[in-house]
């Protein structure tokens, strides 16, 4: 299996602009999430789905952050206007069983000027 | 305030030598605890998942333990490699077990 995997692995874009990271989980896997990154705050859980539908999206900052899943074999997450302080690095993961086991894609790192 | 604390922040050893990482959680109530291995410019990868009734448990190289009265666990890395070089972070789920708590993570550099 290719593992979870994300595109693009770098976006580099101005304030204002819409930003669209992908995700392709491992087939097969119910369980979908979107992390984002930072030095300041580590690891954040952004939203996560099962079976398509959004479970939990308390860790979405605000509404500028929004995240699909029209099919079990793709996400996005959105960020509409971005902002400097969007600028991380944003983390997609897949699991089979849960939030317990899962397994990270190569994460897109996004840099907004 | 964050609810998993790891400590050391950074840490450097020579190749051969043993470490350990500390994690300690105030997360109420425990459901389980893992340790992530992050190399540079990669996604975390599961190294052990632990629940209340596990005190430790093995992955090669990489011994867990973990002490829910205390709430405390350790990562203790045996005869260091060049490639164990990454960041660690530890995560502590609590109730339903959805609900997730990040620490910072340690930051290991290994030199030959």
């Known amino acids: 299996d290719a593992g979870v995997i994300q595109s693009p692995r770098h976006e580099v874009t101005e304030m204002g602009q819409e930003v669209t990271l992908r995700c392709k989980p491992i087939?097969?896997?119910?369980?979908l999430f979107w992390y984002r990154q930072t030095m300041m705050r580590g690891l954040e859980l952004l939203i996560y789905?099962?079976?398509?539908?959004?479970?939990?999206d308390s860790g979405m900052p605000e509404d500028r952050f929004s995240a699909k899943m029209p099919n079990a074999s793709f996400s996005t997450l959105k960020i509409q206007p971005s902002e400097p302080r969007d600028s991380a690095v944003y983390f997609c993961?897949?699991?089979?069983?849960?939030?317990?086991?899962?397994?990270f894609g190569a994460g897109t790192r996004l840099s907004v000027l | 305030k964050n609810q998993v604390e790891q400590s050391p922040q950074s840490l450097i050893i020579l190749e051969g030598k043993n470490c350990t990482l500390q994690?300690?959680?105030?997360?109420?109530?425990?459901?389980?605890l893992r340790w992530y291995k992050q190399d540079t410019g990669r996604g975390p990868v599961s190294l052990t998942i632990?629940?209340?009734?596990?005190n430790t448990k093995s992955n090669g190289r990489y011994t867990a333990t973990l002490d829910a009265d205390t709430k405390q666990s350790s990562l203790h890395i045996t005869a260091s490699q060049l490639s164990d070089s990454a960041s660690y972070i530890c995560?502590?789920?609590?109730?339903?077990?959805?609900?997730?708590?990040f620490g910072a993570g340690t930051r290991l550099t290994v030199k030959p």
């Open positions: 993961a897949s699991s089979r069983t849960g939030i317990n086991i899962q397994y």
């Open positions: 994690c300690n959680y105030t997360v109420s109530p425990f459901s389980n």
């Open positions: 995560v502590v789920s609590a109730g339903n077990n959805n609900d997730m708590r």
């Open positions: 087939s097969g896997h119910d369980y």
């Open positions: 632990m629940t209340f009734s596990e």
């Open positions: 789905f099962n079976n398509n539908v959004p479970i939990d």
